[in-house]
């Protein structure tokens, strides 16, 4: 099946620092990678749409300068949070979606990178 | 603009009993549906889909679900609890046809098998 890894799992930063999180589509190409952020015992919440060769889509209330995104290739997506602070800790997960899906619109989720902030 | 609703955060079952976590959407356009499973500090692997096929969808781990679209239903079930299914469950819903495919998600129902 249809594989996506994410590294880090784990991360612990000090506060000020930047975060990179990459978001691999190991066995197919992904035109569109979407990243997601989930807190305790809460549902996903969708930060952005990334698309591969353009600037993302950033959903309502999502700080772009904050959350930088860059999907460079057809493979890889990542995620950088700027100046971490102890608020943006979360559980980050990243989805893939094919390049071809004969129009079911299944995506692929990551493990998912877990973010702490001191 | 479409929109699920999970009823019941938290679902707990005997070993060996019946699994029913519900899953109501709201769409404009007919949907996609799909069920997820979390286990604990991992991502989401999904478990089954529906895509305008068969109303009745046959999923991975003996889990299935009907599409009831006079109900706007899709509920998830199994007939015999294991105890490796506690796992977080998340409903999902794209509208079909769309361009980028984007999901919006249940607030998920937490499961618990007690032995």
């Known amino acids: 099946g249809a594989v996506v890894s994410q590294h880090p799992s784990w991360v612990i930063c000090k506060s000020g620092t930047s975060v990179k999180i990459e978001c691999r589509s190991l066995?197919?190409?992904?035109?569109?990678m979407f990243w997601y952020r989930q807190f305790p015992k809460q549902s996903l919440m969708l930060m952005a749409t990334s698309n591969e060769g353009s600037k993302a889509t950033y959903e309502q209330g999502v700080e772009k300068d904050k959350f930088l995104i860059n999907h460079a290739s057809l493979t890889l997506s990542t995620l950088t949070v700027t100046s971490a602070h102890p608020e943006d800790s979360s559980f980050y997960i990243c989805?893939?979606?094919?390049?071809?899906?004969?129009?079911?619109?299944?995506?692929?989720f990551g493990e998912g990178s877990r973010l702490t902030v001191l | 603009a479409q929109s699920v609703t999970q009823l019941g955060s938290h679902v707990s079952v005997s070993e060996g009993a019946l699994v029913l976590l519900r899953c109501n959407y709201s769409?404009?356009?007919?949907?996609?549906l799909f069920w997820y499973v979390q286990y604990p500090n991992q991502g989401l692997q999904l478990l089954l889909k529906y895509t305008s096929a068969a109303t009745l969808v046959k999923g991975i781990n003996g889990f299935e679900a009907e599409f009831k679209k006079s109900e706007t239903s899709f509920h998830l079930t199994k007939p015999s609890a294991h105890m490796s299914d506690a796992a977080e469950y998340f409903c999902?819903?794209?509208?079909?046809?769309?361009?980028?495919?984007?999901?919006?998600f249940g607030k998920g129902t937490l499961l618990t098998v007690n032995p």
């Open positions: 066995d197919f190409q992904a035109t569109t």
């Open positions: 989805s893939a979606r094919p390049l071809v899906t004969g129009g079911l619109g299944e995506l692929f």
């Open positions: 769409s404009s356009v007919p949907p996609y």
């Open positions: 999902a819903v794209s509208l079909s046809g769309g361009s980028n495919y984007k999901l919006t």
